[in-house]
């Protein structure tokens, strides 16, 4: 089975300092790694995803994600929070049969001035 | 929220009644989905399509029913049968390949069945 989890259904850090929002995954053969945002009563937005290639992906808004096959990981990552960076991140895959995607139950990331 | 819209943003019904739920997008992707989101829980599929007039069941598809007659549309129905539809529906769309491609997001409709 293909499935994706975020341990963590909370995290709070002050603006300025880094943060994680982290994400294991189990998936068979190759995984295709997908973080997206979701601000309040609005659609999600794709952030970055992982295909191949270099272990830590790129994305927008200064965020960057740690791919680690040993501890089959995708953490979040962004260097200097934002206040504006508070929403709801969703880490997914491709589910079996590769024709959707299956979502984490979400992390809330609250950023305090 | 791209070149996806979901209409009504809002959407108020009374139980027993049925409900159709719009999406259409303009991005010319041949894939179209509609997930299901519940506070506290991740979004769960219910349909999916990847060309005109073909679609599959996904994982809560029971009370619910679609139709894809054209490309750029995918209207959801929430039927009388869905046991607790109040809900927040998100419609999306992707190119057909590999798996290795985002979706795109509507802005979402949220109903609210008493």
């Known amino acids: 089975a293909q499935s994706v989890a975020q341990p963590e259904d909370q995290v709070n850090v002050a603006e300025g300092n880094p943060l994680t929002v982290k994400c294991t995954y189990s998936?068979?053969?190759?995984?295709?790694l997908f973080w997206y945002v979701q601000y309040p009563n609005r659609g999600l937005q794709f952030l970055l995803k992982?295909?191949?290639?270099?272990?830590l992906v790129k994305g927008s808004y200064g965020f960057e994600a740690e791919f680690n096959k040993s501890q089959t990981s995708f953490h979040l990552k962004k260097p200097s929070a934002l206040v504006s960076d508070s929403a709801l991140y969703f880490c997914?895959?491709?589910?079996?049969?590769?024709?959707?995607?299956?979502f984490g139950s979400g992390t809330r990331l609250q950023v305090q001035p | 929220d791209g070149g996806i819209t979901q209409s009504p943003k809002y959407l108020f019904r009374k139980e027993g009644q049925n409900v159709t739920l719009s999406c259409e997008q303009n991005?010319?992707?041949?894939?179209m989905y509609w997930y299901r989101q519940d506070p506290g829980q991740g979004l769960r599929l219910i349909y999916y399509?990847?060309?005109?007039?073909?679609?599959q069941k996904g994982d809560i598809a029971e009370g619910y029913s679609v139709s894809r007659e054209k490309k750029e549309s995918f209207p959801l129905t929430v039927t009388s049968a869905q046991k607790n539809p109040t809900a927040f529906y998100l419609c999306?769309?992707?190119?057909?390949?590999?798996?290795?491609?985002?979706?795109?997001f509507g802005p979402g409709t949220r109903l609210t069945v008493t």
């Open positions: 999306a769309s992707s190119i057909v390949g590999d798996s290795g491609y985002e979706q795109y």
């Open positions: 998936v068979s053969g190759n995984p295709y």
């Open positions: 992982y295909i191949t290639g270099d272990n």
């Open positions: 997914a895959s491709p589910n079996t049969g590769r024709r959707a995607l299956t």
């Open positions: 991005l010319n992707h041949d894939a």
């Open positions: 399509s990847q060309i005109v007039n073909d679609f």
